[in-house]
């Protein structure tokens, strides 16, 4: 269990439900990144964490997603009130600082997919 | 606003040949550039990564090089095998903001 973990690793809900994704960084990476991967639109950028403060949020893609990030380590994205067009494969990767010489390890990803 | 694009977006050649997949970027003022590899339904596994100061980087079989005036990074995979079959993703990060912007990927297959 030495790298990233996210949960659940696939989610189905109702359009207009909530859902909650977690990412679990490896031990001791203090950064912490989220990305989107749509089909037809590769990978997007939504969030950075370094420790629990995120510096720049515009890159979310509207006010129903929020991220949080508590004790330097586990961080949750969540969806309100979700809509067909979320459905995605949410990434997330943490490194061991924010730096040059900082590679981003990956998770498996969260698949949801809005009926 | 930094774009990245990747040329071929597809790419299939028989084992054993040398390869170069190209990434370009608008935006020179880039903080880092990492390349990446995604195999079907898993998440990404970071291959290089060279900072704005650098030109290159080796690991292995690949090496990746970085030309930040022209706004070009190119990953050379020499002696290709089935195993290096994967999609390959150039992401750039530029100076001034917190975001890594992606290229949208080659998708690399390696006849045995």
């Known amino acids: 269990g030495a790298g990233v973990s996210q949960s659940p690793s696939n989610k189905v809900t109702e359009k207009g439900k909530d859902v909650e994704l977690r990412c679990d960084p490896i031990?001791?990476?203090?950064?912490l990144y989220w990305y989107r991967q749509s089909l037809g639109q590769g990978l997007e950028f939504l969030i950075y964490?370094?420790?629990?403060?995120?510096?720049?949020k515009s890159g979310l893609p509207s006010d129903r997603f929020s991220a949080e990030r508590t004790g330097g380590s586990v961080s949750t994205l969540t969806i309100q009130r979700t809509q067909q067009e979320d459905s995605a494969v949410y990434l997330c990767?943490?490194?061991?600082?924010?730096?040059?010489?900082?590679?981003?390890?990956f998770g498996d990803g969260t698949r949801l997919s809005i009926l | 606003k930094q774009e990245v694009t990747q040329i071929p977006a597809a790419l299939s050649v028989p084992e054993g040949e040398n390869l170069v997949l190209n990434c370009s970027f608008t935006?020179?003022?880039?903080?880092?550039l990492q390349w990446f590899r995604q195999d079907p339904g898993k998440g990404l596994t970071s291959l290089l990564l060279?900072?704005?100061?650098?030109r290159e980087q080796t690991s292995g079989r690949l090496n990746a090089s970085l030309d930040k005036s022209s706004g070009r990074s190119t990953l050379y995979i020499a002696a290709s095998q089935p195993g290096d079959s994967a999609t390959y993703l150039c992401a750039v990060f530029t100076s001034g903001t917190y975001k890594y912007i992606f290229g949208t990927g080659t998708r690399l297959k390696v006849l045995a």
């Open positions: 990767a943490s490194s061991l600082g924010f730096g040059r010489d900082q590679p981003q390890h």
């Open positions: 964490f370094q420790g629990n403060s995120a510096p720049d």
């Open positions: 031990s001791g990476h203090t950064a």
């Open positions: 935006d020179s003022a880039i903080y880092n």
């Open positions: 060279i900072q704005s100061s650098q």
